[in-house]
């Protein structure tokens, strides 16, 4: 089969070389002589992108590329971003110590008031063993940690009793008692 001269021809090759290749064109772009390859960054090449000769400038966009992990030692966990969801969750994490009387926790960050950066949230799949001892009825399953700490029966009741200790404790006794209740009535 012959090719006709009117097909066009997919190939394409850059019009400038992209990497200088000594080192006297590296300090002469770092002065501030002005290249063929340097455009401003609104301009692009033949639709793409070129990285820019200063190295410093490299730098800097070859950091931003970089994905930001916790790290090799904790298996590359990306940083999530916190939408107001996490946040509350996050919160109530770092307060788990006032909502269960019975269990005690260790100090840990509790009193910075930095969120983590690096975290994983997930489901908890019970296994078939568990399916009437542990389980929770789709009833009981909440969207978000919040609305399943206030769906709790019992935690509304320790709660409730807290707040009625805190109120007897700050009550007045004695004859303040019926100072506060005089002020409190009209008079005719």
């Not at 290249?35 to 931003?64: A, C, M």
Request: with cysteine.
């Amino acid at each position: 089969m012959s090719e006709r001269k009117d097909d066009p021809v997919l190939s394409w090759k850059p019009k400038l070389d992209f990497f200088p290749s000594t080192k006297q064109d590296i300090r002469a772009t770092c002065k501030g002589e002005r290249s063929q390859i340097y455009k401003p960054s609104t301009e692009l090449v033949d639709g793409l992108f070129l990285p820019p000769n200063d190295p410093k400038k490299l730098n800097k966009v070859l950091k931003k590329q970089v994905k930001d992990t916790s790290g090799k030692n904790w298996f590359d966990m990306p940083a999530q971003t916190i939408t107001l969801e996490l946040k509350k969750d996050l919160e109530l994490l770092k307060l788990r110590s006032v909502i269960d009387p019975k269990r005690h926790y260790k100090k840990g960050d509790s009193k910075s008031k930095a969120l983590p950066k690096y975290f994983q949230v997930g489901n908890v799949i019970e296994s078939a063993t568990e399916f009437y001892s542990a389980r929770l009825t789709k009833k009981e399953r909440k969207a978000t940690l919040a609305d399943e700490l206030l769906s709790d029966r019992t935690l509304h009741e320790y709660r409730k009793r807290k707040v009625r200790e805190i109120e007897e404790k700050n009550r007045p006794a004695g004859v303040a008692k019926w100072k506060i209740k005089k002020h409190g009535k009209k008079r005719r």
